[in-house]
């Protein structure tokens, strides 16, 4: 079965590019997301090749598709996603009219996440013809909103719709198949409300002016110690102060201000001790400054989590990665997320794995390798035989 995979990705090299040029000409730009565009494509094929399928909305237009193949267990959950982010400026050519330049596939979302996407497809194919041979299940999730959170999507789909699995590869790490994603810090957005007084600029004493107390805190938060400062997979904990809004004109003491923040904690901490710090900061500025006043509002409080690097899911990854590409990738942690966090809350042992360039994702001119493509899919081709086989 073996050689019948791999010969069959092969013969069907054009069929998997193709699909991938659609789906980059479907425009899911999240926002507004409208992955029902991406998700008609999918269920195209579904059909065509006698696929079981059903599709999920937790609002109009922002649709999941989950295909499967086999009735029983173990089952091997794959979930890439098909919402995309926005273009933005710097395109050589249209970011939704893909073309391919030696051996690459270039459009919005060739690398994140809908060349994983077009390879799982044509790897469901080749399953459901020899589905007599299965013992597993093999599950082909197709989810949305992922850039901005997976409420809609991944979130939903375990939360709501039932989605559980064995075993999951979440492929929307890249690294050219060079790492295995065991564990992900914690990432806590915060939003920070600074309210002063409204006062005429020529009289400042007459306001509370809501950016510099506000520029106090953040001088007093940049100084904040994470509680875990290492972790043997990760890269130091981290903080950004990513936007800053506030003020109507510079003769007017603002009134009001707010800031965005990006903490990014180790396995072992916690959210919680991150905002006891920040409380404690803020007492120390409204103990200062008469007047300052602040509200800090959680946007998303994304949990850490590491599981056992030595696990069943991780080896046979290791072994099917070496015997194709002859070299096996490396264990690590991630300072980004994936939809690894929602499955492993349900006891699902999932990880990260994938194909494309770390350095891709999100850019102008983004394009993933044909070849790259290929061999991912029968590695997770693979992997399949040997989990549900």
Known sequence: MENLLKNFIDENKEEMVQLLCDLISTKTENPPGDEILAVDIVKNYFEKYGIVYEIFEKEENRSNIIGCIGTGKPELL????????????????????????????????????????????????????NEFLLKGKFILAGAADEELGSVLGAEYLVNECGLCADYAIIPDVAHNMGLIDVSEKGA?????????????????????????????????????????QQHPLHTPPTFNLGRINGGAANNIVPGKCSADLDFRYLPGDSSNNILKKIDNCIMEVQNSIKGAKFEVN??????????????????????????????????????????????????????GFGPGDSDQAHIANESIDIKELIDFAKIIGLISIDLIT
Request: charged share 20%; hydrophobic share 40%; proline share 3%.
């Open 188 to 228: 806590l957005f915060l939003n920070i409300v600074s309210y002063g007084k409204q006062a005429h600029g020529s009289t400042p004493e007459l306001g509370i002016n809501a950016i510099w107390n506000l520029i106090e805190l953040l001088e007093k938060i940049k100084t904040i110690e994470f509680s875990r």
């Open 298 to 351: 959680i946007l998303s409080d994304l949990l850490p989590f590491e599981i056992d690097a030595g696990n069943e899911l991780v080896n046979v990854i290791l072994e099917r990665t070496k015997s194709i590409l002859n070299r096996s990738p490396k264990v690590s942690g991630m300072s980004g997320t994936t939809v690894n966090k929602q499955l492993i809350s349900k006891g699902i042992i999932s990880v």
């Open 78 to 129: 794959v979930v890439c996603h098909l919402d995309v982010v926005p273009a933005g400026s710097g395109w050589d050519r249209d970011p939704f009219n893909a073309y391919i330049l030696n051996e690459r596939v270039y459009g919005r979302g060739a690398t994140d996440n809908k060349g994983q996407m077009a390879t799982m497809m044509v790897l469901a194919k080749f399953l459901k013809q």
